[in-house]
């Protein structure tokens, strides 16, 4: 769903205007299900504030399940897409998960951080893995923003928190039948 405001929604700072969309968003006549998001400062930035929905005790990382308000060159919030999972399906038991810092460590160990490289942020979260019989698959995973030396880009990485398999973005890799013990299936 998309949405613009007809008033865009300003403030004084950027504090305030965060606190005047948390309103929005959990205000059922204006967003269905807001209370089932959550904000998420560390996929926000200058353009956009994002909320991410929550599944299975979980916050999801993918642009499905996500609200993003749209923040104008002059700081107003001007308008807000919403994607929503429903029908969540537990497809397997859950269990233990690999560290942070083993998750970080086979990253490294891939080549996959380059020398200078500073971690500003990791997040266990699902991510979506791939599409069967029609349903989207997501599953747990390490999701670390890297900011290479001498650069603003960041870089989203992400690792299988089961298996510790480095996932390409865009990846539509198939699970294998004992890779990934909790798995959600969603429409």
């Given at each position: 769903?998309?949405?613009?405001?007809?008033?865009?929604?300003?403030?004084?700072?950027?504090?305030?205007?965060?606190?005047?969309?948390?309103?929005?968003?959990?205000?059922?006549?204006?967003?269905?299900?807001?209370?089932?998001y959550?904000?998420?400062?560390?996929?926000s930035?200058?353009?956009?504030?994002?909320?991410?929905?929550?599944?299975?005790?979980?916050?999801?990382?993918?642009?499905?399940?996500?609200?993003?308000?749209?923040?104008?060159?002059?700081h107003?919030?001007?308008?807000?897409?919403?994607?929503?999972?429903?029908?969540?399906?537990?497809?397997?038991?859950?269990?233990?998960?690999?560290?942070?810092?083993?998750?970080?460590?086979?990253?490294?160990?891939?080549?996959?951080?380059?020398?200078?490289?500073?971690?500003?942020?990791?997040?266990?979260?699902?991510?979506?893995?791939?599409?069967?019989?029609?349903?989207?698959v997501?599953?747990?995973?390490?999701?670390?923003?890297?900011?290479?030396?001498?650069?603003?880009?960041?870089?989203?990485?992400?690792?299988?928190?089961?298996?510790?398999?480095i996932?390409?973005?865009?990846?539509?890799?198939?699970?294998?039948?004992?890779?990934?013990?909790?798995?959600?299936?969603m429409?």
């Amino acid at each position: 769903m998309i949405s613009q405001f007809k008033e865009p929604i300003t403030a004084d700072n950027s504090g305030d205007l965060k606190k005047a969309v948390d309103k929005v968003v959990s205000n059922a006549n204006l967003v269905s299900h807001g209370s089932e998001y959550r904000y998420s400062k560390q996929l926000s930035n200058q353009d956009q504030l994002i909320y991410v929905q929550r599944v299975a005790k979980g916050p999801v990382y993918s642009k499905d399940g996500q609200l993003r308000f749209t923040i104008s060159d002059n700081h107003r919030v001007i308008g807000y897409s919403q994607s929503y999972l429903d029908n969540v399906d537990l497809l397997r038991e859950k269990t233990k998960t690999i560290s942070e810092e083993r998750a970080l460590t086979w990253l490294y160990q891939y080549n996959e951080i380059p020398n200078g490289t500073k971690v500003t942020w990791a997040n266990l979260a699902y991510t979506r893995l791939t599409t069967a019989r029609g349903k989207a698959v997501f599953l747990p995973t390490w999701v670390f923003a890297l900011k290479p030396n001498n650069s603003d880009t960041v870089v989203m990485k992400r690792v299988n928190a089961y298996t510790g398999e480095i996932l390409k973005t865009g990846s539509s890799q198939s699970p294998s039948s004992n890779a990934n013990p909790e798995i959600l299936s969603m429409t």
